[in-house]
T-cell receptor
Framework: EAEVAQSPRYKITEKSQAVAFWCDPI?????LYWYRQILGQGPELLVQ????????DSQLPKDRFSAERLKGVDSTLKIQPAELGDSAMYLC????????????FGPGTRLTVL | SQQGEEDPQALSIQEGENATMNCSYK?????LQWYRQNSGRGLVHLIL?????REKHSGRLRVTLDTSKKSSSLLITASRAADTASYFC????????????FGAGTRLFVKA
C-alpha cells in the first residue's frame, strides 16, 4: 500500500542551527500539506501546496521557515535558525485533491531544539 | 484560533462500552473528517462526512453532522483496548481555496 514518506524521523539540533525535513507524498496526489503538532495539541497547518504552487502559507513563520515543492512531487520544509519553541512533531500529508478526499499522513519528524 | 473544538478533552471507558466524542466549529464547512492518532505516530483517516450528509457509518464508527448547530459527533461502539488513541476532527472550508483546520483532540483510553 502506498505511503507518505518522511525523513528524518527524529532530529535533535541546537538553537540557531538550520534544519530541513523531507516529504515524499503518495504518487498522483496533487495536494501536499505540512503541519506542526505540539505535544497535546492538534496539527496546525503550516503550508499547503497544490502541485508546485503554495495555496496557503498564512500560518508559516516566514522569517525563519520556508517550504518548496519543486516539480510538484516531493517537498522540503526548512527552518533557519531553529528556536527552542520549534520543538514539535512535523507532519506531512497528501491528498488526491484539496477537498472531498482524505489526507494520508506520514510518520512525522520529531524535532527537538536544545 | 482553531476552528474545530472537541469535547471531552479526555475520556476513559471500559472495554465493550461506547465512546462518544463531539466537535464544534465556527464557519460553514465543505466537509468534516475524523482522524485517529496513536501515541507519537501519524494520523489515520477514519471517516469523511460532507456538508449535505447527516450521518455516516463505517464498521463500529458512526458520525453525525448537524450543520445548523455547527457540530459533529463520533461514536465508537463496543470499544476495544486497541481503540486507545487521540481522535481529531478536521473541518474543511472554502476561503477562496480549501483549508483544513484540526481541533485539539479527544484522548480516549479504553481499559481492558
Amino acid at each position: 500500500e502506498a505511503e507518505v514518506a518522511q525523513s528524518p524521523r527524529y532530529k535533535i539540533t541546537e538553537k540557531s542551527q538550520a534544519v530541513a525535513f523531507w516529504c515524499d507524498p503518495i504518487s498522483g496526489h496533487a495536494t501536499l500539506y505540512w503541519y506542526r503538532q505540539i505535544l497535546g495539541q492538534g496539527p496546525e497547518l503550516l503550508v499547503q501546496f497544490q502541485d508546485e504552487s503554495v495555496v496557503d502559507d498564512s500560518q508559516l513563520p516566514k522569517d525563519r521557515f520556508s517550504a518548496e515543492r519543486l516539480k510538484g512531487v516531493d517537498s522540503t520544509l526548512k527552518i533557519q535558525p531553529a528556536e527552542l519553541g520549534d520543538s514539535a512533531m512535523y507532519l506531512c500529508a497528501s491528498s488526491y485533491r484539496p477537498t472531498g478526499w482524505e489526507q494520508f499522513f506520514g510518520p512525522g519528524t520529531r524535532l527537538t531544539v536544545l | 484560533s482553531q476552528q474545530g473544538e472537541e469535547d471531552p478533552q479526555a475520556l476513559s471507558i471500559q472495554e465493550g462500552e461506547n465512546a462518544t466524542m463531539n466537535c464544534s466549529y465556527k464557519t460553514s464547512i465543505n466537509n468534516l473528517q475524523w482522524y485517529r492518532q496513536n501515541s507519537g505516530r501519524g494520523l489515520v483517516h477514519l471517516i469523511l462526512i460532507r456538508s449535505n450528509e447527516r450521518e455516516k457509518h463505517s464498521g463500529r464508527l458512526r458520525v453525525t453532522l448537524d450543520t445548523s448547530k455547527k457540530s459533529s459527533s463520533l461514536l465508537i461502539t463496543a470499544s476495544r483496548a486497541a481503540d486507545t488513541a487521540s481522535y481529531f476532527c478536521a473541518t474543511v472550508f472554502n476561503t477562496g481555496g480549501f483549508k483544513t483546520i484540526f481541533g485539539a483532540g479527544t484522548r480516549l483510553f479504553v481499559k481492558a
